[in-house]
């Protein structure tokens, strides 16, 4: 069972243009839902994360804006750069620790 | 730069080769781990060390062994593996598995299985 959906499964955005990439959950245990990006041929790094306490963390084009009563969250990528290509995968942890459950990714390509 | 580094980067084995992949942290992290990945699909868990003792087996198969030999080294060996073992393999840590906190991953070891 997906514990964590992710949406869309691909996005093409023209340059300047934003970029939104929507996850939603079920487990309201998860308390930790970081963003992952991934370039081709390396592993993920961290993006930004945020805890549930917060509806919205930005950190310079990147926003993530989390709606605790809907259990979803979302990545906005503002003024997309064709750099910015690459797979984003949304994740979910509980307050435990225990695994990271991620979502099923979604390739964003950003066309000049 | 990434702060775990995983070698080699590619490697490429028969069906009744022996290798090993081999990952490093020095971020003086408790919890290391392995994990799979398909082309275009989420990185799936294999193994879980936890202060070097191995603390999840994702039902891995037995062709896949883990190691951890000390705080900063995981190992991943390789036997008598399938074609469909090809993936890219990654490890990651983390500061320790009850608090896990960001995970940093390795670049990754892209396994090719003939």
């Known amino acids: 069972q997906q514990q964590v959906k992710q949406s869309p499964q691909s996005l093409i955005v023209q340059k300047g243009g934003i970029s939104i990439i929507n996850c939603a959950y079920e487990n309201t245990a998860f308390d930790y839902f970081p963003w992952y990006q991934q370039f081709p041929g390396k592993g993920p790094a961290l993006l930004i994360a945020?805890?549930?306490?917060?509806s919205e963390k930005k950190e310079g084009r990147f926003t993530i804006s989390f709606n605790k009563s809907a259990k979803q969250f979302s990545l906005h990528i503002m003024d997309s750069q064709p750099g910015d290509s690459a797979t984003y995968f949304c994740?979910?942890?509980?307050?435990?620790?225990?695994?990271?459950?991620f979502g099923t990714g979604t390739s964003l390509t950003v066309i000049p | 730069d990434t702060e775990v580094t995983q070698t080699p980067k590619h490697l490429v084995m028969g069906m009744t080769n022996k290798k090993s992949l081999k990952c490093e942290q020095h971020?003086?992290?408790?919890?290391m781990y392995w994990y799979k990945q398909k082309a275009k699909k989420p990185p799936e868990l294999m193994f879980v060390?936890?202060?070097?003792?191995?603390?999840i087996n994702e039902s891995v198969p037995s062709r896949f062994s883990p190691e951890c030999p000390n705080s900063s080294l995981l190992n991943l060996h390789l036997h008598a593996l399938q074609p469909e073992d090809s993936a890219l393999y990654l490890c990651a840590s983390s500061q320790d598995y009850q608090n896990t906190g960001e995970l940093f991953f390795g670049e990754g070891s892209r396994l090719t299985v003939l």
């Open positions: 060390y936890s202060y070097e003792k191995l603390s």
């Open positions: 971020m003086g992290h408790r919890a």
């Open positions: 945020i805890r549930p306490d917060v």
């Open positions: 994740a979910a942890l509980g307050y435990t620790g225990n695994q990271f459950y």
